[in-house]
């Protein structure tokens, strides 16, 4: 099975002795849940699972972020659930961080390691599991799927990433890549996770300001990134979550590559009433 080489929660809590002084911050434009934030006692549980904590990185919000949520899920050995969710509408997604995950899709059994990417379609009958022996961890989009004539709900996606090449941004020299788990041609998609890769020293050139809401968890790594009108550090374990329009840029400094999982709405008319 392939080492995980991707970052998980710090999780236990830490000693007496230590400072509070770390990035976690919460703004109107952007949020930053670092690591060392992700700690026992603020993890939550759900209905219907056994063996089974998480780390809500992000929920709807009026006035902030308002289309997804983001979890980390910890399965102990024989952690499963047969009903992940009970909402028809609501479509899913799991990239898997740590350990072994048995997930099936409409009764079809897929075996996931770290790098594994799965999509579930709205409606779709699916269960996970963690057959052991030892702790699995994934990170767990949710989001209702917007309907739109002529397009029929998407298909079923399971990819790994290591089997995907990543397409490189133009005029980067290889410094910029995008690994899409989503065909970007494929309408249907109303969201999109991909994983993003700067070799040491590539940069977002530009402030990027746009409509698409933003959940970014650091994978391996460390940059500088701009959110709003602040620079801030951000490395591995670390989670930012950017509302629309907030402005975005990065500098990957080195010694090694930066690399995050990126989620966005994508694809859709932006609704004119709330709630729709």
């Avoid at 079923?156 to 890549?177: L, S």
Wanted: aromatic share 12%.
């Amino acid at each position: 099975m392939t080492p995980s080489l991707y970052a998980n929660p710090v999780a236990g809590l830490p000693p007496q002795t230590d400072l509070t002084t770390d990035t976690a911050i919460f703004t109107q434009a952007y949020a930053v849940i670092p690591r060392s934030a992700m700690r026992d006692i603020v993890t939550s549980a759900l209905p219907g699972w056994t063996g089974m904590r998480m780390w809500i990185l992000a929920r709807p919000l009026t006035g902030f972020a308002e289309t997804f949520s983001q979890y980390i899920v910890e399965l102990a050995p024989d952690g499963r659930t047969e009903n992940p969710d009970d909402d028809p509408e609501v479509q899913h997604a799991i990239f898997v961080t740590q350990g072994r995950t048995a997930l099936q899709i409409e009764g079809q059994s897929h075996d996931l390691e770290p790098g594994s990417f799965a999509y579930i379609p709205p409606g779709t009958s699916w269960r996970i599991a963690n057959p052991g022996p030892g702790t699995t961890r994934f990170h767990w989009w949710r989001k209702r799927w917007q309907p739109a004539r002529g397009l029929s709900r998407p298909d079923p996606i399971v990819a790994r990433e290591q089997d995907i090449a990543p397409a490189m941004m133009p005029g980067t020299n290889g410094a910029w890549g995008t690994t899409r788990f989503m065909d970007p041609a494929d309408l249907r998609h109303d969201m999109h996770i991909t994983l993003v890769t700067f070799e040491p020293g590539g940069s977002i050139p530009f402030a990027e300001t746009h409509v698409m809401e933003h959940g970014l968890f650091v994978l391996e790594g460390k940059a500088v990134y701009r959110l709003n009108r602040d620079w801030v550090e951000v490395g591995p374990g670390d989670f930012m979550w950017l509302r629309a329009f907030c402005p975005q840029a990065c500098y990957a400094g080195g010694p090694g590559r930066f690399r995050y999982l990126l989620y966005k709405d994508v694809n859709r008319h932006a609704p004119l009433w709330p709630n729709r």
